[in-house]
């Protein structure tokens, strides 16, 4: 009967250390699946902000290596613009040279129309000379004197058509010379001419290449502001997250404060359902009297002789044990015990109970039933006082030991 009272007792106890481990459980699991949730979409904005940052780096990379070629290929239209008014330079120099050149030689080409102009008259009069000289030779006149005047002039005139005749020659190689001059400085004017042809195309080129990479500049600076301007919204949902996530943290201490709370509870109720549990099974026990020598004094009609071997304090519904050895008149002589009820067992009639019960008002015992006996008697919370008794006339005596298991 006891055994039930108890589990019913304790039955509750139970149940409400499984249900707060399932409350727990289901808190710890929300709020993990939570933060794991909130911490997938932080991990994954992060790994967003950091592809578009690298993204921006690596259009920021690109827009400066396009602003080095631009540059580069403006420097290097600048030098062909140098180089072109170089040429330009070197080509005027040149057209001036030929041009002094071709004026040198028209000076020198008239010279030489004049010298043999000179050369003519100077031959007409040679001429004249000798017609003069041979008409005053055959008229065989006294002509010495005008002979050699004429001859004097005539050789005179041939001096200077022969010095004439060297200076034509002089200018006719000089002539030459000035040609061949000119075909060089042509020549180098031609080759001047195909540079500066091919230092045009190369700035034409340069500036179409300025322009393609201009528009890939612009293209690339359009890209980076909308990248920029996509990071800062993600930096403020990653920040939000941030704070959720820190929240959550903060809710998951508060929850692993709480289930260290409650693992000690558990762990308190589970040692108090195993304490309860070995009550219930009646697994304790404590020797309240070890064997003691012990006398009881003659009764006195209608009174017994008894003497109180134990009082003790009784926590938990259980049992007494009683052992006796050795007693004096073993069929005389027994025990008795009186059980107080503790104020939480419920009996609206009785606070106590002697067992056994009184016999017309006056105290009776379980009588030994030989000389090594164990009495087993039942009972409940509250205090136990044990009695050897004897309806004998004399003193009795008997050596005995009280066990209380619960």
């Known amino acids: 009967m006891f055994p039930e009272v108890s589990s019913r007792t304790e039955e509750p106890a139970v149940r409400k250390s499984s249900g707060g481990r399932l409350v727990l459980v289901a808190l710890l699991i929300v709020i993990i699946t939570l933060g794991g949730g909130l911490a997938y979409v932080w991990v994954s904005l992060s790994g967003q902000i950091a592809s578009r940052d690298q993204t921006i780096a690596n259009q920021d990379a690109t827009i400066t290596s396009l602003t080095s070629q631009i540059q580069a290929l403006t420097l290097g239209a600048q030098n062909q613009t140098t180089g072109n008014a170089t040429a330009d330079a070197l080509i005027h120099a040149l057209?001036?040279?030929?041009?002094?050149?071709?004026?040198?030689?028209?000076?020198?080409?008239?010279?030489?129309?004049?010298?043999?102009?000179?050369?003519?008259?100077?031959?007409?009069?040679?001429?004249?000379?000798?017609?003069?000289?041979?008409?005053?030779?055959?008229?065989?006149?006294?002509?010495?004197?005008i002979i050699a005047n004429l001859s004097a002039q005539v050789a005179s005139l041939q001096a200077q058509v022969n010095s004439d005749q060297a200076q034509i020659s002089t200018l006719n190689s000089q002539n030459a010379q000035d040609n061949q001059t000119i075909g060089s400085l042509n020549s180098q004017i031609a080759s001047l001419d195909s540079q500066i042809s091919t230092?045009?195309?190369?700035?034409?080129?340069?500036?179409?290449?300025?322009?393609?990479?201009?528009?890939?500049?612009?293209?690339?600076?359009?890209?980076?502001?909308?990248?920029?301007?996509?990071?800062?919204?993600?930096?403020?949902?990653?920040?939000?997250?941030?704070?959720?996530?820190?929240?959550?943290?903060?809710?998951?201490?508060?929850?692993?404060?709480?289930?260290?709370?409650?693992?000690?509870?558990?762990?308190?109720?589970?040692?108090?359902?195993?304490?309860?549990?070995?009550?219930?099974?009646?697994?304790?026990?404590?020797?309240?009297?070890?064997?003691?020598?012990?006398?009881?004094?003659?009764?006195?009609?209608?009174?017994?002789?008894?003497?109180?071997?134990?009082?003790?304090?009784?926590?938990?519904?259980?049992?007494?044990?009683?052992?006796?050895?050795?007693?004096?008149?073993?069929?005389?002589?027994?025990?008795?015990?009186?059980?107080?009820?503790?104020?939480?067992?419920?009996?609206?009639?009785?606070?106590?109970?002697?067992?056994?019960p009184p016999n017309n008002g006056y105290p009776s015992y379980f009588v030994f039933g030989s000389a090594s006996d164990t009495f087993v008697i039942p009972v409940l919370p509250g205090t136990v006082t044990v009695y050897l008794a004897t309806v004998d006339s004399t003193t009795q005596n008997a050596t005995l030991s009280v066990t209380y298991h619960f």
Not at 227 to 251: C, E, G, M, R
Not at 253 to 258: D, P, V, Y
Not at 259 to 272: C, E, F, M, R
């Open 95 to 145: 057209n001036e040279k030929i041009a002094s050149q071709g004026a040198q030689l028209a000076n020198d080409l008239a010279q030489i129309a004049s010298l043999n102009s000179t050369i003519t008259n100077l031959n007409l009069t040679i001429a004249s000379l000798k017609s003069q000289l041979a008409l005053y030779t055959s008229q065989g006149s006294n002509t010495t004197a």
């Open 199 to 356: 230092l045009n195309s190369q700035i034409s080129n340069y500036t179409s290449q300025v322009a393609t990479l201009q528009t890939q500049v612009t293209s690339l600076q359009s890209q980076l502001a909308t990248l920029q301007a996509q990071v800062a919204p993600l930096q403020n949902q990653v920040t939000s997250l941030q704070n959720q996530v820190n929240t959550l943290q903060s809710q998951l201490a508060t929850a692993q404060s709480l289930a260290a709370t409650l693992q000690s509870q558990v762990s308190t109720l589970q040692g108090n359902v195993t304490a309860l549990t070995s009550i219930l099974a009646l697994s304790n026990a404590t020797q309240e009297v070890s064997p003691t020598f012990f006398s009881v004094p003659a009764a006195i009609p209608p009174q017994i002789g008894q003497t109180q071997i134990a009082n003790f304090s009784v926590g938990y519904a259980g049992y007494v044990s009683i052992t006796v050895s050795s007693p004096s008149d073993f069929s005389n002589e027994g025990v008795w015990i009186l059980n107080k009820f503790a104020s939480n067992v419920q009996s609206p009639i009785y606070d106590s109970i002697q067992l056994p």
